[in-house]
Nanobody, 125 residues
Framework: QVQLVESGGGLVQAGGSLRLSCAAS????????MGWFRQAPGKEREFVAT????????VYADSVKGRFTISRDNAKSTVYLEMNSLKPEDTALYYC??????????????????WGQGTQVTVSS
C-alpha cells in the first residue's frame, strides 16, 4: 500500500526557516517524480516544487524560487523541502505527491497519483 507522510511543519516568524520531509512507503519512490504543493485557506492547491526520480532536475514556482530547495534521498524514500526566508504568504497546508512512472517533471497536480495528508506551515509577520 502506497503511503506518503509529511512532517516538519509548524509556526515560524517571517524570515525564518523550516524543513519539510515526506516519507514514502509502498515501493514507488525510486520510480516517481516527486512534488510539493500547497493550499492556503480559500485558495486552490498550487505547485511549489518538483524533482525527477534521479534528482537530476528540479523546477520551482516563481514565488519560491531562490528561497526553497527540493531534494530527495532515494535510499530513505524521502523527499525534502527546505524553506528559507519565509513570508506570511507562504502560510498554507503543504502536500507532497508522487507521479508514478514519470521521468521528467510536472507542475500539474492532476499528473500526480498519490498524495500525503499535508503538514501545516504558518508564518507570522
Amino acid at each position: 500500500q502506497v503511503q506518503l507522510v509529511e512532517s516538519g511543519g509548524g509556526l515560524v516568524q517571517a524570515g525564518g526557516s523550516l524543513r519539510l520531509s515526506c516519507a514514502a512507503s509502498g515501493g514507488i519512490f525510486s520510480i516517481s517524480t516527486m512534488g510539493w504543493f500547497r493550499q492556503a485557506p480559500g485558495k486552490e492547491r498550487e505547485f511549489v516544487a518538483t524533482i525527477t526520480r534521479t534528482a537530476g532536475t528540479t523546477v520551482y514556482a516563481d514565488s519560491v524560487k531562490g528561497r526553497f530547495t527540493i531534494s530527495r534521498d532515494n535510499a530513505k524514500s524521502t523527499v525534502y523541502l527546505e524553506m528559507n526566508s519565509l513570508k506570511p504568504e507562504d502560510t498554507a497546508l503543504y502536500y507532497c505527491a508522487a507521479d508514478l512512472g514519470r521521468w521528467g517533471t510536472s507542475k500539474n497536480l492532476r499528473d500526480y497519483d498519490y498524495w500525503g495528508q499535508g503538514t501545516q506551515v504558518t508564518v507570522s509577520s
